[in-house]
């Protein structure tokens, strides 16, 4: 597709469950980023995969969130025992990192629709 | 730690008013600043920004960046009711690349 896609783009699960979120970035982008956004706040970064790069975790609230990401492309993001404070909008975005001036690399991301995660 | 702030919080304007929107950053390492417009889920690209007093312009929209004082500004003029949306300001460090975002501001155009 042209874009970056997001499955499913809603989610209602009970407390205590676990979920499965869905990204494919766009073709031949190396970098995919996971954010989340509550209710009226702004976006929080959760967790970052660049090529075959040991991913940065540094943004996973607690344990009972993971990434992977297959082949260099679809990623899924894991919540265990869903807790009501999970409720937000998940948005995978991907990026194809572009040289820029004197070998600085510049990083454009470009968003998928979002997963809205309700949890009861 | 990385910081954005962005101001106002929310603005309503009417139709043919200009706005200006500000992100002021604190970053270690800075790289390159962002802005998106969010009207339901996916933020759209609009800039990106990477060196001072360089103004970037799409239609009625500019952007420009002061890296001595760390703040940014966000142009509309003659606004549309298709403006309205949560606009985001985010700074990307030389040290990793995530995004760092600010809470945004919420635009509402009147007709």
């Known amino acids: 597709g042209a874009g970056v896609s997001q499955s499913p783009s809603n989610k209602v699960t009970e407390k205590g469950k676990d979920v499965e979120l869905r990204c494919d970035p766009i073709?031949?982008?190396?970098?995919l980023y996971w954010y989340r956004q509550s209710l009226g706040q702004g976006l929080e970064f959760l967790i970052y995969f660049q090529g075959n790069s040991a991913p940065d975790k540094s943004g996973l609230p607690s344990d009972r969130f993971s990434a992977e990401r297959t082949g260099g492309s679809v990623s899924t993001l894991t919540i265990q025992r869903t807790q009501q404070e999970d409720s937000a909008v998940y948005l995978c975005a991907s990026s194809l990192r572009v040289p820029g001036l004197a070998g600085t690399v510049y990083n454009e991301q470009f968003f998928g629709p979002g997963t809205r995660l309700t949890v009861l | 730690e990385d910081k954005v702030v962005q101001s106002p919080l929310s603005l309503v304007v009417h139709e043919g008013d200009t706005v200006t929107l500000n992100c002021s950053y604190e970053?270690?390492?800075?790289?390159?600043l962002l802005w998106y417009k969010q009207e339901k889920k996916a933020p759209t690209f609009l800039f990106m920004l990477?060196?001072?007093?360089i103004e970037k312009k799409s239609g009625r929209l500019s952007s420009i960046l002061d890296k001595k004082e760390l703040f940014s500004i966000l142009n509309i003029t003659a606004t549309q009711t298709g403006d309205s949306a949560v606009y985001l300001c985010a700074v990307e460090a030389a040290a990793g690349n995530k995004l760092t975002f600010g809470g945004g501001t919420r635009v509402l155009v009147k007709p």
């Open positions: 073709s031949g982008h190396t970098a």
């Open positions: 990477t060196s001072s007093g």
């Open positions: 970053v270690t390492n800075f790289r390159s």
